[in-house]
């Protein structure tokens, strides 16, 4: 079946560093990958959703400065989060679409837990 | 209030126990996926369904779209299927079309 890789698994940083998170598709095009964050006993809440070739398109509240996403090709969109502070400290996972209709089955990553000291 | 909303929270049972966990939600949907979340984190699309039922080894999921109501049902259960298992819904609707809501999530733990 599909497989969607997401790098790291986990990643401590220190305060103010940037980090960066990749998503890949491993053996199918993915023309659109979304990007959740999700708090413990909480609903993976959307961030972004990136379209290859094109700008990813934020949920309101979402700060696309801090959270820079870049999708250039069609098998790797990555999330960097800038500049990251303790409030980011969060559990970040991806998933992708295969094929153009919202109705398409859904994949997703594995997941990074991401912790700011 | 949330879009989606699934019961229990929390729920435990013994191995070999029917399992059920359901979904209701609010807004007009175009599909309702099933996925599983294991412990690690990462999340696995199990069902995707606009009518009817669909089974799949012991899982079964059916879904009501005149009572926008969904059923997870797991037969004869294992410890493996301890995770935390998860409802969304795509809405079809005008400037959300195509949006995800998800359900907060129901922890299942199986006992040996």
């Known amino acids: 079946g599909a497989v969607v890789s997401q790098h790291p698994s986990w990643v401590i940083c220190k305060s103010g560093t940037s980090v960066k998170i990749e998503c890949r598709s491993l053996?199918?095009?993915?023309?659109?990958m979304f990007w959740y964050r999700q708090f413990p006993k909480q609903s993976l809440m959307l961030m972004a959703t990136?379209?290859?070739?094109?700008?990813?398109?934020?949920e309101q509240g979402v700060e696309k400065d801090k959270f820079l996403i870049n999708h250039a090709s069609l098998t790797l969109s990555t999330l960097t989060v800038t500049s990251a502070h303790p409030e980011d400290s969060s559990f970040y996972i991806c998933?992708?679409?295969?094929?153009?209709?919202?109705?398409?089955?859904?994949?997703f990553g594995n997941g990074t837990r991401l912790t700011v000291t | 209030k949330n879009e989606v909303e699934q019961s229990p929270q929390n729920l435990t049972a013994q191995e070999g126990e029917f399992i059920t966990i359901n979904c209701s939600y609010s807004v007009g949907i175009s599909a309702l996926h099933w996925l599983q979340q294991h412990p690690g984190g990462g999340i696995v699309s199990l069902f995707m369904l606009s009518s009817g039922k669909k089974k799949h080894g012991r899982l079964i999921a059916t879904i009501n779209i005149q009572e926008k109501h969904s059923s997870l049902h797991i037969t004869a259960s294992h410890p493996r299927d301890s995770a935390v298992y998860i409802c969304?819904?795509?809405?079809?609707?005008?400037?959300?079309?195509?949006?995800?809501?998800f359900g907060r999530g129901t922890q299942l733990t199986v006992w040996p």
């Open positions: 990136s379209n290859e070739g094109s700008k990813a398109t934020y």
């Open positions: 053996d199918f095009q993915a023309t659109t």
């Open positions: 998933s992708a679409r295969i094929g153009g209709s919202y109705n398409s089955p859904l994949h």
């Open positions: 969304a819904v795509r809405s079809d609707r005008g400037s959300t079309l195509g949006r995800l809501y």
